[in-house]
T-cell receptor, first 110, second 113 residues
Framework: EDKVVQSPLSLVVHEGDTVTLNCSYE??????LLWYKQEKKAPTFLFML????IEKKSGRLSSILDKKELFSILNITATQTGDSAVYLC??????????FGKGTRLHILP | DSGVTQTPKHLITATGQRVTLRCSPR?????VYWYQQSLDQGLQFLIQ???????AKGNILERFSAQQFPDLHSELNLSSLELGDSALYFC????????????FGPGTRLTVL
């Protein structure tokens, strides 16, 4: 059965710290991996990864995929209180079925 | 504001009833996706429609059905409701067939009493 596992489930750090969120997957016919940020309501898209070893960056956020070891990481440097959210990882297979992990709840202390 | 609209925002109903959730995608988007989010199950993909046709299916129960109309809006029908169907239902849309870049609507909170 396809599955996506995120770790840790929750994380509390201080403002300015760097965090690394993990996402591992077992999916038949992998197509892409997606990261989302969910604050109070709807998830918002962060990154799409399809190739191993190519880092995607957006400001203080970056992500990379390892298709051999079947995982991805999301890094956030110099964290701010506005980064507090649930971060969701999802994998899309070649039938376009989307499987989400349970998310990592990140809380940034001022 | 993602440009995806969902109605109603909240819905309270009783077990055994049937409800319809509505979604209007962003202008120009041809794909619509439905998701269910509950505390214990997380975000679950239900179904995708592309330009009126069913494209991909996830963990959608037989009691649930969806359709996409010629004007591209979509409806999710939930019938014979159970307490466990209480959840936040999201609709998302994307330009093409691939779900790679989706924009989520604000969700409909369904409470089944």
């Amino acid at each position: 059965e396809d599955k996506v596992v995120q770790s840790p489930l929750s994380l509390v750090v201080h403002e300015g710290d760097t965090v690394t969120l993990n996402c591992s997957y077992e999916v038949t016919n992998f197509r892409s991996l997606l990261w989302y940020k969910q604050e109070k309501k709807a998830p918002t898209f962060l990154f799409m990864l399809t190739s191993s070893g190519i880092e995607k960056k957006s400001g203080r956020l970056s992500s990379i995929l390892d298709k051999k070891e079947l995982f991805s990481i999301l890094n956030i440097t110099a964290t701010q209180t506005g980064d507090s959210a649930v971060y969701l990882c999802a994998v899309v297979n070649r039938d376009d079925k989307i499987i989400f992990g349970k998310g990592t709840r990140l809380h940034i202390l001022p | 504001d993602s440009g995806v609209t969902q109605t109603p925002k909240h819905l309270i109903t009783a077990t055994g009833q049937r409800v319809t959730l509505r979604c209007s995608p962003r202008s120009g988007d041809l794909s619509v996706y439905w998701y269910q989010q509950s505390l214990d199950q997380g975000l679950q993909f239900l179904i995708q429609y592309y330009n009126g046709e069913e494209r991909a299916k996830g963990n959608i129960l037989e009691r649930f059905s969806a359709q996409q109309f010629p004007d591209l809006h979509s409806e999710l029908n939930l019938s014979s409701l159970e307490l466990g169907d209480s959840a936040l239902y999201f609709c998302a849309s994307s330009v093409g067939i691939s779900p790679d870049t989706q924009y989520f609507g604000p969700g409909t909170r369904l409470t089944v009493l």
